[in-house]
C-alpha cells in the first residue's frame, strides 16, 4: 500500500459537504469594520484557496458557522449584513488555521459520524466515514441476544465514535474501550455523555488488547473492534500536510508494513474473544488478503467469515470468528 492509496480517504471529512463558487481578493488581517457577511467569505474562500484547500469555498461557509454562528443559508439570504470587529477577528482566526492545513474539524470542534456529530479536538485522531464500515460490519454479523454473552471492546478508541455507536445500537450490550491516549479517553468520555451512553461505556487506560487485564475475564469478549494504525511507516510522512502535520502519528503509523497492529490484535485477542466471538478490524487499501492470510497461519485460532467493502468498494474490514483451537 503507498501513501497515496489512502490519502484520499485520509483526507475526507467534510468532503461530504458541497462547494460554492465565488471570487474575492482582500485578506483576513484586515480589519473587519464594515465587512460584510459576503465580504467576509470571499476571502476566506481565497485565503483557503490559494493554500490548496479542497473544497475552499465549501469549507469556509462552515468555518463561518463554527465562528459566527451564522449558516450557509444564512449568508446567501443576508449577504449585506455587517460584522463586527469581533467576529471578524474570530472567522479570519479560523481561516487563517485552515490556510495553515489544520484540519477543518479540529477547527469547528465536530465530526459527523453514523448520523451523529461527535467532539473532535488536536491530539486524537479524526473519525473518517469510512469507519463506518466498521461498525456496519458488527451489527450485521452479531445480534442483541449475543452481545449479552460477554462484552464488546472497542481496542484503540481515539475520540470513541465507533464505541459509542455500538453502545447506542445495542442498548443490551456491555462495552469497554481502551486507548494508550489520556486525552483520546477524556474526549471519548465526553463523546459518550453527549450521546447518552456515558454510564454504558467503560474506559481503560492502556496499550492494546492487554489493557483488558483485570477489565474483563480471559475467553469472554463476544466483539473485538479495531480500527488500529496501518499505514506503513515509510508513507506517513507522504500523507497530506493537514494529516501529517497534525493528527498524532501513532495513529497512523502501522510499522514498516502498515500490519504491526493486526499482528498484536490476532495474538492477544485469542486470549480475550470467547470461541464463537468475533475480531473485526478496519483495514487500509489492499492489505485485507494479507490480513486474512495472517489470520488463516494462527493455528487454526481464527477462521475468515467476511471482507467487507466500503461505500467506494474497498476492502476495508476483516472480520474473523474464534474458533476453539
Known amino acids: 500500500m503507498t501513501a497515496a492509496t ?35 467569505w470571499q476571502r476566506g474562500a481565497a485565503m483557503l484557496r490559494e493554500a490548496g484547500v479542497d473544497n475552499a469555498d465549501g469549507e469556509t461557509f ?17 449577504p449585506d449584513r455587517r460584522v463586527t470587529a469581533a467576529e471578524w477577528a474570530r472567522a479570519a482566526s479560523a ?61 484503540g478508541t481515539g475520540s470513541g465514535c465507533v464505541a459509542v455507536s455500538l453502545a447506542l445500537a445495542r442498548p443490551s450490550a456491555r462495552v469497554v474501550a481502551t486507548d494508550c491516549s489520556l486525552p483520546a479517553l477524556h ?78 490484535l490476532l495474538a492477544e485477542g485469542r486470549t480475550w474473544v470467547r470461541p464463537g466471538g468475533l475480531l473485526v478490524m478496519e483495514v487500509g487499501a489492499g492489505q485485507a488478503g494479507a490480513v486474512c492470510r495472517r489470520a488463516r497461519a494462527c493455528g487454526g485460532a481464527w477462521a475468515v467469515r467476511e471482507v467487507r467493502r466500503d461505500a467506494a468498494g474497498v476492502e476495508r474490514v476483516v472480520c474473523l470468528e474464534r474458533t476453539r483451537a
Open 187 to 264: 474526549l471519548a468520555e465526553e463523546n459518550a455523555r453527549r450521546h447518552g451512553v456515558g454510564d454504558r461505556v467503560r474506559l481503560v487506560n492502556g496499550d492494546g488488547p492487554a489493557a483488558l487485564s483485570g477489565c474483563v475475564g480471559a475467553g469472554t469478549v463476544s466483539v473485538m473492534v479495531s480500527n488500529p494504525p496501518y499505514i506503513p511507516s515509510a508513507d506517513v510522512d507522504e500523507l497530506p500536510p493537514d494529516v501529517r502535520l497534525f493528527e498524532p502519528r501513532d495513529a497512523l503509523d502501522g510499522g514498516p508494513d502498515g500490519l504491526a497492529w493486526y499482528d498484536r
Open 95 to 155: 481561516f487563517r488555521r485552515r490556510a495553515a492545513r489544520e484540519p477543518l474539524q479540529y477547527i469547528v470542534g465536530t465530526q459527523p459520524f453514523l448520523g451523529r456529530e461527535f467532539l473532535v479536538r488536536r491530539g486524537v485522531f479524526i473519525p473518517r466515514p469510512d469507519t463506518e464500515t466498521l461498525v456496519e460490519a458488527v451489527l450485521a454479523a452479531t445480534t442483541a441476544a449475543a452481545d449479552e454473552r460477554g462484552p464488546m471492546v472497542d481496542v
Open 62 to 78: 462552515w468555518l463561518m458557522e463554527a465562528a459566527l454562528g451564522c449558516s450557509r443559508a444564512a449568508v446567501f439570504a443576508h
Open 6 to 40: 489512502d490519502a484520499g480517504r485520509l483526507r475526507r471529512g467534510r468532503a461530504r459537504h458541497g462547494a460554492d463558487a465565488g471570487d474575492a481578493d482582500g485578506d483576513a488581517d484586515d480589519g473587519g469594520d464594515g465587512v460584510t457577511l459576503w465580504a467576509a
